[in-house]
């Protein structure tokens, strides 16, 4: 896979260890959220024979006023890419400058990838607006661990029913530990 593949691929799902715990610029403003942490994604292309390929790395994800800003690092902590999302537009600017827009994110990750990443619903599983295991858009979540209300370790498998599809991803993610508390007392 090229490096502009991986890279997109990263920063439009998210999201292993690494060495520094990265962090979106600018402090998080008042009525946003914000999230760390790991990320390995796995994926078999539709390919003839179907190939299996991962990538992981650390991401730093942001959500105010209607948009998303995500930051994916290698597991050694250089910014592969930054993607943003605001209602109606996309961008994804990779780390060698190459630089992708769509009307979406969604949009954007199905046209770079081949698949349409869940981008937007991401914030709101990150909140943990859903129960431990639940379908949305397509996408099967589960919750494998909580810090209070708030998940710390998730799988989010796609298509929901993943049995003899050509395609399918898994993305697993583990948040960095909040500790600001904001999130634990349910506030934005």
């Known amino acids: 896979m090229d490096a502009a593949r991986a890279a997109s691929l990263c920063a439009g799902t998210l999201l ?12 998080a403003a008042s009525g946003s959220d914000s999230w760390t942490g790991r990320f390995a994604v796995t994926w078999v292309a539709a390919d003839e024979p179907a190939r299996q390929e991962r990538a992981s790395g650390r991401f730093a994800l942001r959500e105010a006023a209607g948009r998303t800003e995500l930051e994916v690092f290698s597991p050694f902590g250089q910014t592969i890419a930054r993607a943003l999302s605001d209602p109606g537009s996309a961008s994804l600017e990779t780390s060698d400058g190459r630089r992708f827009e769509a009307g979406d994110a969604e949009a954007l990750t199905e046209s ?42 998730m799988t989010i498998s796609w298509p929901a029913g993943a049995v003899g599809v050509p395609q399918q991803v898994t993305i ?11 999130r634990e007392a349910g506030t934005r």
Do not use: F, I, K
């Not at 292993?16 to 402090?27: D, I, K, S, V, W």
């Not at 698949?115 to 949305?136: I, K, N």
């Not at 397509?138 to 998940?151: F, K, Q």
């Open 16 to 27: 292993a260890a690494g060495c520094a715990t990265p962090t979106l610029p600018g402090p």
């Open 112 to 153: 770079v990838l081949g698949w349409r990443a869940p981008v937007q619903l991401l914030p709101g599983w990150l909140r943990g607006e859903l129960p431990d295991l639940s379908v949305s858009s397509g996408w099967r979540v589960r919750v494998d661990a909580r810090e209070g209300r708030r998940p710390q370790r």
């Open 172 to 182: 697993r993610l583990a948040l960095d530990p909040d500790e600001s508390g904001a």
